[in-house]
Nanobody, 121 residues
Framework: QVQLVESGGGLVQAGGSLRLSCAAS????????MGWYRQAPGEQRELVAV???????NYADSVKGRFTISRDNAKNTVYLQMNSLKPEDTAVYYC???????????????WGQGTQVTVSS
């Protein structure tokens, strides 16, 4: 059994900051990429940022320069530091991981339950 548990969402004023965390646990052999997606009401889920095991990162254009993704491989945890938040950043943020279980099962897109981020104007 594998779990991704997000935390750190909440309500913040425009211009403020939040830090999201996502901890992976369970029968995990290895984790390749970990990332964050978001979905606003009535919108499709979109990639926010991703970080692979070697440390390379990729960001959506809308968050470049404001958000920073990082990971602690020893803790199987990924973070998303969000600064200069805007009302359009309001969404449910989902953690995602590409991993291999101890039994050798490859899970390319394993999802967390999501955490709400609301930015007020």
């Amino acid at each position: 059994q594998v779990q991704l548990v997000e935390s750190g969402g909440g309500l913040v004023q425009a211009g403020g900051s939040l830090r999201l965390s996502c901890a992976a646990s369970g029968s995990i052999f290895s984790i390749d990429a970990m990332g964050w997606y978001r979905q606003a009401p009535g919108e499709q889920r979109e990639l926010v940022a991703v970080i692979i095991s070697g440390g390379n990162t990729n960001y959506a254009d809308s968050v470049k320069g404001r958000f920073t993704i990082s990971r602690d491989n020893a803790k199987n945890t990924v973070y998303l530091q969000m600064n200069s938040l805007k009302p359009e950043d309001t969404a449910v943020y989902y953690c995602n991981a590409g991993l291999t279980t101890e039994r050798g099962l490859r899970l390319n897109h394993y999802w967390g339950q999501g955490t709400q981020v609301t930015v007020s104007s």
